[in-house]
């Protein structure tokens, strides 16, 4: 039986990378240090959802490498909807049956998600994810800190704000995925590994799933 909700992960999950690195790579592919800053962000952001370091360090720290604009994100955002997770894909029609029933809680940026989700059947206020803040000429000037996902543990707050009860599934690869179970409303933590396995994150899920499919499966045994 499908979960009273289920909460699916975006980078890394929904999609086949991470969309912060994405970003990255458009905005720096001109800059003389782009090697140097981009591995950087790659480490920042593998060590952010491994759980080595906390996940408002690791978005702050990989913010204040980029400089990049409006036009960036809808570039980076376009180039995102041809990488969904293939399993997500073709399972389309599965996911616009229980739209109503599925939540993302994402450490990335509204702007990027909401395009691609809506898709999918997916809402708007059914996306919970950071914003970026733009000055008047259309630049980033810093993610939104009033936003509770900019925040350390901000999944499990929001997570909690939703006050949301019965079976509640989430999906993700990630340590902060997994945290929703530990120390949120959660009942079951799935890790994801079509994109990217974590052996870390592998060994404090209930399940581990090769693709979505595994998933349904499970549901609707």
């Known amino acids: 039986m499908f979960p009273d909700t289920l909460i699916i992960d975006f980078d890394s999950t929904f999609i086949t990378g991470e969309s912060l690195d994405e970003l990255s790579e458009i905005v720096l592919k001109n800059d003389p240090d782009s090697t140097k800053h981009l591995n950087q962000i790659h480490e920042l952001t593998r ?34 909807s041809g990488k969904v997770t293939p399993s997500f894909k073709r399972n389309k029609k599965f996911i616009f049956d229980h739209a109503e029933n599925i939540l993302f809680i994402s450490g990335g940026f509204r702007e990027m998600i909401i395009p691609i989700v809506a898709d999918y059947g997916i809402a708007p206020e059914h996306v919970f994810a950071n914003e970026f803040i733009y000055d008047v000429n259309n630049y980033i000037t810093e993610v939104n800190q009033e936003n509770v996902m900019a925040q350390e543990g901000g999944k499990v707050f929001q997570a909690k704000a939703l006050r949301l009860y019965g079976e509640i599934h989430v999906i993700g690869d990630g340590f902060t995925d997994y945290q929703l179970k530990a120390e949120g409303p959660a009942t079951k933590f799935y890790a994801f590994v079509e994109n ?6 592998c060994k404090l899920a209930d399940g581990i799933l090769s693709n979505f499919d595994d998933f349904i499966k499970i549901v609707l045994d």
């Open 47 to 80: 060590a952010g959802m491994e759980g080595k370091i906390p996940f408002d360090e690791s978005l702050s720290k990989r913010m204040q490498l980029l400089d990049c604009n409006q036009k960036d994100i809808a570039e980076v955002t376009q180039l995102l």
């Open 196 to 201: 990217v396995r974590r052996e870390n994150i």
